[in-house]
């Protein structure tokens, strides 16, 4: 049997448990009680979006179903602002469980890529312009308000 670096128990020192903790800087895009959604640092594409839970959740495994239902929620919201601010029909919504899968942080989070199938690169190596980010998180979370 092929073996999996698997993470199955929570870290409260990843990256997203500390954005959540205002430890790390972000863009926010949107946030509720349940969700939190900010600009993915190293984009995919323009306008990419990650969709958390305020739940310490590694993967779709742990969780709960009405986080899941919250996520969703967000996610709709993000993707119809990201239709709007960008003016594209196309936005890709991808989720990967476990490093095997390409997981690379453990706290569970949709993406949200203004993108089609066709053009989707691997996600950037270096970080995006802060204030590029910041200008899009503006756009997306006043379309998200209105
Ligand atoms: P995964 O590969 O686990 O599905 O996605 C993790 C995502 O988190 C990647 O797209 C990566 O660019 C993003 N990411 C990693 N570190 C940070 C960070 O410190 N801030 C933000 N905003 N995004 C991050």
Redesign the pocket.
């Known amino acids: 049997m092929t073996e999996l670096n698997q993470q199955t128990t929570y870290d409260d020192n990843n990256?997203f448990a500390k954005?959540l903790d205002g430890d790390?800087p972000?863009?926010k895009v949107y946030e509720d009680d349940k969700t939190f959604a900010?600009?993915?640092?190293?984009?995919?594409a323009e306008g990419?979006v990650?969709v958390i839970p305020k739940q310490k959740a590694v993967d779709l495994a742990d969780l709960e179903p009405e986080y899941a239902a919250a996520v969703l929620m967000t996610s709709k919201k993000v993707m119809q602002a990201q239709r709007q601010v960008f003016e594209r029909e196309g936005v890709i919504q991808?989720?990967?469980n476990g490093s095997q899968a390409?997981?690379?942080?453990?706290h569970y989070?949709v993406?949200l890529i203004p993108s089609s199938i066709h053009e989707l690169g691997r996600?950037?190596v270096t970080q995006a312009d802060s204030n590029d980010l910041a200008n899009i998180a503006q756009k997306l979370a006043a379309v998200i308000d209105a």
């Open positions: 990256i954005m790390i972000y863009h900010f600009m993915d640092i190293m984009p995919q990419h990650l991808m989720q990967l390409g997981q690379t942080v453990f989070h993406h996600h950037a």
